[in-house]
């Protein structure tokens, strides 16, 4: 199973852009689909992005479409989050979350999810 690790959070402005990666640890990264959620104060915890083990698909949540944009280096073993046209809406934890051989379809619904990262606090100011 792989343990997996965030970075790439911080304080930025409204508009601007933030690159959050995560980190996996063991041999079968390549095998685990990759999601990110994120937890506002006081929200539940919901989905941002996920993208599947061999790249082929990939889904986003309708409030982050256009903006973020997921992606993986398998060589790296990391996934990223390319975050742009920030709102202050978009502050919260960040989590990254692996399901092997997991879809994106079931990671959008919060099932395939088996491993999850500690989280990485973004925070956009008005």
């Known amino acids: 199973q792989v343990q997996l690790v965030e970075s790439g959070g911080g304080l930025v402005q409204a508009g601007g852009s933030l690159r959050l990666s995560c980190a996996a640890s063991?041999?079968?990264?390549?095998?685990?689909?990759m999601g990110w959620f994120r937890q506002a104060p006081g929200k539940e915890r919901e989905f941002v992005a996920a993208?599947?083990?061999?790249?082929?698909?990939?889904g986003y949540a309708d409030s982050v479409k256009g903006r973020f944009t997921i992606s993986r280096d398998n060589a790296k073993n990391t996934v990223y989050l390319q975050m742009n046209s920030l709102k202050p809406e978009d502050t919260a934890v960040y989590y990254c979350?692996?399901?092997?051989?997991?879809?994106?379809?079931?990671?959008?619904?919060?099932?395939?999810?088996?491993?999850w990262g500690q989280g990485t606090l973004v925070t956009v100011s008005s």
């Open positions: 063991g041999r079968t990264f390549s095998r685990y689909a």
């Open positions: 979350a692996a399901g092997l051989f997991g879809s994106v379809a079931a990671m959008k619904l919060g099932a395939d999810l088996e491993v």
């Open positions: 993208i599947s083990w061999n790249t082929i698909s990939i």
